[in-house]
C-alpha cells in the first residue's frame, strides 16, 4: 500500500512543479508551448485522480483543475487554429489570432482559476498521507484497478454501438489512455493497445477540429476560403477514425 501512496505523492509533487512552471512560462510569454503544456499537465492531474474519487480533497483538486481546462480550451483552440492557417497561407486571418494570445497566456496565469489550483494541489500530499494514517486508503489498489477496468468497459461499450458519438468516443479514448500513464503498474490494456488508441484519437482529434472550425466559419467571415477543405478533410477522417475503431475492437475487445 505504502508503496502506491508514495508514487501517487511523488506525482503530485512532479504535477505541481509543472504547473508552477507552466504558470512563469505563461505570465512571462517565453514561448508559445506554454499553454499546450499547461493543459498536458492538468490533464495528467485529472487522469490520476480520476480513480481516487470518494477519497478525501479528490473532488475540491478534480473541480479546481477542471476550472483551469475549462478556461483554457478557447485558448488552445485558438492556437491550434492559428497555426493551421499559417501552414495553409491565411496568415492575416492567423496573425489577427494570434495576436490576441500573449494577453490571455498572462490573464491565465495571474488569475485566480489556477492560483486556486495550485493552492490545493500543494496541500494535496497531506491530504493523502493524513487519509492513510487514518486507514482510508485500505484497498486502494483494488479501487484504482476496478476505475480503470471499469473505464476501458466503457469505452468497449461504446465501440459496439452502430450509432456511437465519434466525440463521446474521443473522451474515452483520451480517459483510457491518460489513465493508463497515470497508474502504468496497474495498466490492464491488452499489448497492442495503446498504439491502436493514439492512432484513433489522432484520427477523431482532426475531425473535432474540423467540426469546430466549421462551427466557426459560421460566424467569422475570413474561415470561409478554408470551409470546403474542411469539409473534405472532415469527411476523410471519418472514414480513417471508423477503420481504426474497428481494428481496435476486433484485436483489443
Not at 509543472?18 to 504558470?23: F, H, R, T
Not at 492538468?42 to 481546462?69: C, T
Not at 495576436?99 to 498572462?106: S, W
Not at 493552492?119 to 497531506?126: K, Q, V
Request: charged residues 30%.
Amino acid at each position: 500500500m505504502s508503496a502506491l501512496v508514495n508514487q501517487l505523492v511523488a506525482q503530485v509533487i512532479g504535477l505541481e512543479v509543472g504547473l508552477l512552471s507552466c504558470q512563469a512560462r505563461l505570465a512571462a510569454v517565453t514561448d508559445d508551448e506554454a499553454l499546450h503544456d499547461l493543459r498536458t499537465t492538468v490533464r495528467r492531474l485529472r487522469s490520476l485522480l480520476r480513480p481516487l474519487r470518494g477519497l478525501p480533497g479528490v473532488e475540491q483538486l478534480e473541480l479546481a483543475a477542471s476550472a483551469v481546462g475549462q478556461l483554457t480550451t478557447p485558448l488552445r483552440d485558438r492556437e491550434v487554429l492559428a497555426a493551421y492557417l499559417h501552414e495553409h497561407g491565411h496568415h492575416e486571418a492567423a496573425d489577427r489570432r494570434l495576436r490576441l494570445q500573449p494577453d490571455a497566456y498572462r490573464q491565465v496565469a495571474q488569475g485566480p482559476e489556477l492560483a486556486h489550483l495550485l493552492r490545493i494541489l500543494d496541500a494535496f500530499p497531506r491530504f493523502i498521507r493524513a487519509s492513510e494514517h487514518q486507514k482510508l486508503l485500505k484497498g486502494l489498489r483494488s479501487r484504482v484497478e476496478k476505475r480503470l477496468a471499469k473505464q476501458w468497459h466503457k469505452l468497449d461499450e461504446a465501440l459496439k454501438d452502430p450509432n456511437h458519438d465519434r466525440h463521446r468516443l474521443r473522451l474515452l479514448i483520451k480517459r483510457v489512455r491518460y489513465a493508463d500513464e497515470a497508474y502504468p503498474e496497474l495498466s490492464q490494456l491488452p499489448t497492442n493497445a495503446m498504439s491502436r488508441l493514439k492512432k484513433a484519437q489522432g484520427a477523431l482529434g482532426d475531425w473535432h477540429d474540423c467540426w469546430q472550425w466549421l462551427i466557426q466559419a459560421e460566424q467569422q467571415a475570413d474561415l470561409q476560403p478554408c470551409v470546403a477543405v474542411w469539409h473534405r478533410t472532415m469527411a476523410k477522417a471519418e472514414r480513417e477514425a471508423d477503420r481504426i475503431l474497428d481494428k481496435l475492437s476486433n484485436d483489443c475487445f
